[in-house]
C-alpha cells in the first residue's frame, strides 16, 4: 500500500470512527485534519468535500463487512457439506468474532446514516438500501438452500428470516450500548442461532417404547 493509499485509508477510519461515535453532522472535516495529522489541501486532494468522504467510507465499511461474512459462513461451508450444519457453525463463528472486538462492536454505519438520512446525498442512501438488500439475499440464499433439505417444522418465510438477522444484529449493536454490556451482541445472534435450529431441524421421531418379554408359561 502506497503512502497515498495509506493517508486515504487513516482519513476514512478515523472519520468512520467519529461518525459512529457522534453521528455525520457533529464530525468535521478540520478534526479530522488534525487527528490526520494532514493539511487541509492534503484532505480534499483525497475527498472533494464531505459527501464524497461519506460515499467512500460507506463503501469501506460495506467491504469489510462483506469480507467478514464471507469468512465466517464461508468456513461453515468448509467445515460441513450440511447446509444447515454449515449454517449454525457460521452463525457460531460469527457471534465468537463480535465477542472479540476490543470494547464491543463501534456501531452500523448503515443504521447511522438510516437515523440522519437529510444530511446524506441520494447516491448514499441509494448505497444504503443496495447494501441491506445485498446482506439480506445473501442469507436468503442460505436459508433457502437449507430449506431445500429440511422443511422448515413450522410455517417460516425465508425473506423474514433473513432480514430478521439483520435486525438482530443492529439491534444488538444498540443493546450493548445501552447496557454497556459488549455480549449482548453476542447472546442475540446465538439466540438467532437457537431459532434456526428449532425451525429447521427435522423431527426427532418419538421413541416407541419396547414391550417387555413375556414371562415363559
Known amino acids: 500500500m502506497g503512502k497515498g493509499q495509506q493517508t486515504r485509508e487513516r482519513i476514512l477510519e478515523i472519520a468512520e470512527a467519529a461518525v459512529l461515535a457522534k453521528g455525520f453532522g457533529a464530525t468535521s472535516i478540520e478534526e479530522i485534519i488534525a487527528e490526520a495529522g494532514i493539511t487541509k489541501s492534503g484532505f480534499f486532494y483525497h475527498f472533494p468535500d464531505k459527501s464524497e468522504l461519506a460515499r467512500h467510507m460507506l463503501r469501506r465499511f460495506v467491504d469489510h463487512s462483506d469480507e467478514l461474512l464471507d469468512k465466517t459462513f464461508g468456513r461453515g461451508q468448509e467445515l460441513s457439506d450440511d447446509p444447515l450444519q454449515a449454517f449454525l457453525i457460521g452463525l457460531k463463528l460469527f457471534a465468537e468474532t463480535m465477542s472479540a472486538l476490543p470494547g464491543g462492536h463501534p456501531g452500523c454505519l448503515l443504521a447511522t446514516i438510516c437515523y440522519q438520512e437529510r444530511l446524506f446525498d441520494r447516491e448514499v442512501i441509494a448505497l444504503t438500501e443496495q447494501s ?83 414371562a415363559a408359561e
Not at 429440511?150 to 433473513?162: F, G, H, K, M, T
Not at 449482548?184 to 423431527?203: D, G, H, N, W
Open 132 to 214: 441491506s438488500r445485498k446482506w439480506g439475499d445473501r442469507f436468503r440464499g442460505y436459508l433457502e438452500t437449507i430449506a431445500a433439505t429440511y422443511p422448515p417444522r413450522e410455517v417460516a418465510d425465508v425473506n423474514e428470516l433473513a432480514e430478521m438477522l439483520l435486525c438482530i444484529v443492529d439491534g444488538g449493536i444498540i443493546l450493548s450500548k445501552i447496557y454497556n454490556d459488549p455480549t449482548r451482541l453476542e447472546s442475540q445472534i446465538l439466540a438467532f442461532r437457537s431459532f434456526v435450529k428449532l425451525v429447521f431441524s427435522p423431527t426427532v421421531p418419538a421413541a416407541v417404547p419396547r414391550p417387555y418379554p413375556m
